[in-house]
């Protein structure tokens, strides 16, 4: 990799020639991680299962040529021990899930085999993995129960959630507690921590029902965009933002296993929360043409209008914050998008914000 100047909370050498397991690397941040992660001198290893997508983030970056991927569902835990067996991770992102809220309607049980079983099945074999020293178990913001408060939530807060995605990732947290008291504190060579982010944003995202990809699909399209929750408030972060959360979470818990376990937010500034529609309208600006169509449906399942979360506990003891605006984050959310669809390189435009992202101050 080529000299930059780095300005982060961690030093991202530490994971030079670190054997890593990301779960999840064919997904949306499972796939910005993993280059992330090879950029800076990591040995990448990843199972998923296929992104059918052929427009994926995963294959526009070619990741499989440049770190070992393994097609796999994490439901079952054979193909998890034997993931295990074969990289010996020395350090293990969890990120695979299912992460639409929407499909945790159409199919609940898929949901919660998926986050609740197939959490259980990385955290009983990543208890007894000798090689393993850093465990960063992701969930999401939604797995706090929303009051629909103006404060951000605590990662001492109520746990919980009222439709089948926000209960699933509540309940991946309660087992994951359970495996930490009961089996992973008792080695004192291993750290383990959840973190919960959302609202994420960025290029290379072409999930369904995501306010982002739908926009991108109506304006390559030139079509109208359609929003059901104009008004719905978020605070936005750029994908970057919570992964380099999580790599310095990862480089903590390297340093000191037991000072930095539990539970930790990664979320934009207060100053981030823009409503659906404005987000939409600034993509819009971004990319140059585009127009609005509010298209609320009678029968819209409940979604929280209101969540946000306080990363006071990451400021004061990782030395983390956010250093992207949310303006800063969709103008560089539109500028993947245009210069990929345009014919760009994926590769070479991640990385350049990557590397953008590690350098900015």
Not at 327 to 351: F, H, P, Q, T
């Amino acid at each position: 990799m080529e000299k930059l100047v780095m300005n982060l909370p961690f030093d991202p050498s530490v994971f030079a020639g670190k054997r890593v397991l990301v779960t999840g690397d064919t997904g949306f941040k499972g796939s910005w991680l993993s280059l992330w992660l090879n950029r800076i001198g990591a040995d990448v290893w990843g199972l998923a299962l296929p992104n059918e997508d052929e427009r994926c983030h995963f294959s526009l970056l070619g990741l499989d040529k440049i770190i070992t991927h393994r097609d796999g569902d994490v439901r079952d835990r054979s193909v998890v021990q034997s993931i295990f067996d074969d990289a010996k991770p020395e350090i293990v992102f969890h990120l695979a899930a299912q992460s639409l809220v929407k499909k945790s309607y159409a199919d609940p049980k898929l949901t919660f085999d998926t986050n609740v079983g197939g959490s259980i099945n990385i955290l009983d074999v990543a208890r007894d993995c000798s090689s393993l020293k850093a465990l960063t178990f992701i969930t999401s913001d939604k797995c706090y129960l929303n009051k629909e408060w103006l404060w951000g939530y605590r990662e001492n807060d109520e746990l919980g959630g009222l439709d089948p995605y926000s209960a699933s990732k509540a309940a991946a947290e309660i087992v994951f507690r359970a495996y930490a008291a009961s089996f992973i504190d008792a080695r004192n060579d291993l750290g383990a921590a959840t973190t919960r982010a959302g609202n994420v944003i960025g290029g290379g995202d072409w999930a369904a029902d995501r306010i982002v990809p739908d926009c991108i699909r109506a304006l390559e399209a030139k079509q109208a965009i359609r929003i059901r929750m104009p008004h719905a408030t978020r605070p936005w972060q750029y994908v970057l933002e919570p992964l380099s959360g999580y790599l310095c979470l990862a480089a903590k818990l390297l340093e000191d296993p037991k000072q930095y376990g539990g539970a930790w937010n990664f979320g934009p500034g207060d100053d981030a929360v823009r409503t659906v529609h404005e987000l939409t309208k600034q993509l819009i600006n971004g990319w140059g043409s585009g127009e609005i169509i509010l298209d609320t449906p009678k029968d819209q399942p409940y979604e929280a209008t209101l969540l946000h979360l306080n990363i006071d506990k990451a400021r004061m003891k990782l030395g983390w914050s956010p250093k992207w605006h949310v303006n800063r984050s969709i103008e560089e959310c539109a500028i993947w998008y245009k210069e990929v669809l345009g014919g760009a390189n994926a590769r070479d435009v991640s990385l350049r914000q990557i590397d953008a992202y590690m350098s900015d101050e």
